[in-house]
């Protein structure tokens, strides 16, 4: 066997394998889908395509808040995410390109942040919620998670690959170090932008532990919240569950197409450089 006919076999095997683990990593979303689909009476079986029917979702949008839920979660998840593209993208910069007493101390404070459980970090978020009056707001909701060590990191080591170079010639050029920043830097930084995105987008979205804890006014309800409750008071009936989760499924996927292309370069270039 010629070396051309064991890499065309190795590639071979290669699809196969990536092909089963995508159709297992896929098959829950397919599942959620074609169950949300079904008449109450053919949950658990197979039934034909003219048999599926979009009751569930009418159901799911006349019956209960979807609606309030979904534009509670948007408001706190474009939030986040504008506000950690902030504070995250400036903090790694300076990191990253500004030489300043301390930088390295602050680093490695931050790289101890992610060290800690998140659930560690519940009671005293409670509790200083409780003492600022946040509980049942937006602002309790959003400001607490305005900062992610992990992406700081992240978009420090993206900031380290970029060529000293550049900067140098956009300060003989006139361009002050923030304007360098902003025409030059930012625009070469879109792939650890995106992943900034795709990362937080995906937890904020997904914010159960702390939107159960810090809300019970169901006016305040982030998605995941209302469709708990939703599952809680329809058990019975799973097709109105499973149209909720892929209600909230679709705009993860959404996004991740959209900043897909991005996303592998940017985890990819995070750790090139130290």
Known sequence: MNFKMKSRILKSVQYIFLTAVALICIFPFVYAVYTSLLHKSDIDKLVSFTSLTLEN?????TKSDIMRWYMNSC??????????????????????RIRFPGRNFFF???????????QILIIPLFRMEVKFGWLNSYQGLILPFLFQGFLVF??????MTIPDA???????????????????????SKAGIATQIIYHFASTWNFL??????????????LPVGLNTLKNTYFEYPGYTMSGVVLMTLPIVLIFVIFQKY????????????
């Open 154 to 159: 992240l978009m420090r080591q993206f900031f």
């Open 75 to 96: 408001i706190v998840t474009f939030s986040i995410v504008a506000g950690n593209l902030a504070v995250n993208t400036l903090a790694a910069y300076a990191l990253a």
């Open 57 to 61: 979702y009418i159901y799911i949008f």
């Open 263 to 274: 996303f592998i370069q940017g985890i990819a270039s995070s750790g090139i450089k130290g």
């Open 108 to 118: 490695f404070m931050i790289l101890g942040m992610m060290m800690i459980p998140y």
């Open 209 to 222: 532990v702390w939107g159960a804890t810090f809300v019970n006014d169901k006016n305040y309800y982030i």
């Open 166 to 188: 550049l900067e140098e010639a956009a300060k003989i050029d006139g361009l002050s170090k923030g304007a360098a920043f902003f025409r030059i830097i930012l625009p070469l």
